[in-house]
């Protein structure tokens, strides 16, 4: 018999995932393929991972598509990549949005080509009414570039007299970070057998549960996922408190 009523709650699925897609490369290495196979084998796996969240009800699926740091890879792999974010967009946005998923990017796109943007844009304006999940694709992302251009953004409205000697706090930080609208990741999933974060939504992870499978991304699939959710609803968050404050008390902020 359950000692107190909460023994019976069911763990709550996080509300917001957020992956590093790693292990492209590897995955076509180990088949004597060019990394341009993996790379389209992981569209793929995009592909079931983004119907699996829907289907479990999560809110927020974020993935790491192209750091800041990714332009340093060979020039033909940046531009392989870059087309098939493009092809990718111009196939998918109509299945995104008859499943009522909302498309969101986040990342310095001033850097990207010009029809790369507006079919971003195009993406973005087609769904955002949907309401199902929301998928957001880091591209040109890194979580330095999302905390300068937040605190450049405060500089600006400070120098133009829309925010006369604001205090610095986390609330304000927030408001203008890439993800301002969007709730903090609750799990962090890693593939490809790495075990670092790699300037990944540096600010938004501080209190996320992380979580690292060696498994290669092209096969991470449905069943892998359902694991790491599984993995997620065994922790217990704590925000700062004690265990015991926690199984007394609904988490707070
Ligand atoms: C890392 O693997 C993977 C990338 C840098 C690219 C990920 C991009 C995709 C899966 C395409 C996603 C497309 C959309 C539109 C969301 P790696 O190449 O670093 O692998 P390695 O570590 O084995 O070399």
């Known amino acids: 018999m359950p000692s107190n009523a909460t023994d019976c709650v069911e763990p709550a699925n996080p509300r917001h995932i957020a992956i590093i897609m790693d292990g492209n490369g590897r995955w076509a290495q180990k088949r004597f ?16 991972i983004v119907e699996f969240c829907a289907e479990q009800k999560i809110e ?10 990714n332009w340093r890879r060979p020039e ?4 392989l990549l870059m087309g098939l974010f493009m092809a990718t967009l111009q196939r998918e946005i109509n299945k995104l949005d008859r499943n009522n998923i909302r498309l969101r990017f986040i990342g310095d796109r001033s850097a990207l080509s010009s029809q790369l943007q507006a079919k971003m844009a195009e993406g973005e ?10 998928l957001v694709v880091a591209v040109n992302y890194g979580g330095h570039w999302d905390m300068c251009q937040a ?33 903090d990741p609750d799990l962090f999933i890693r593939t490809g057998g790495e075990q670092r974060v790699s300037n990944f939504m540096l600010w938004q ?32 968050r704590r ?3 004690t265990g015991e404050q926690m199984l007394n008390k609904p988490i707070t902020l």
């Open 239 to 241: 925000f700062g408190h």
């Open 205 to 236: 992870l501080a209190y996320t549960e992380l979580y690292f499978t060696p498994i290669l991304w092209p096969d991470f699939d449905q069943d892998a996922l359902a694991l790491a959710i599984e993995s997620f609803k065994g922790r217990q």
């Open 151 to 183: 605190f450049q953004k405060v500089f600006d409205k400070i120098t133009a007299g829309e925010l006369e000697n604001p205090t610095i706090n986390n609330q304000l930080i927030n408001q203008h970070l890439s993800t301002t609208d969007l709730p």
């Open 76 to 79: 033909d792999e940046v531009s």
């Open 33 to 48: 393929m060019p990394r341009a196979f993996g790379h389209q084998a992981g569209v793929k796996a995009v592909r079931k």
């Open 60 to 69: 927020v699926l974020t993935l790491f598509a192209f750091s800041s740091e």
């Open 125 to 134: 304006q087609q769904t955002q009414t949907n309401d199902a999940l929301t």
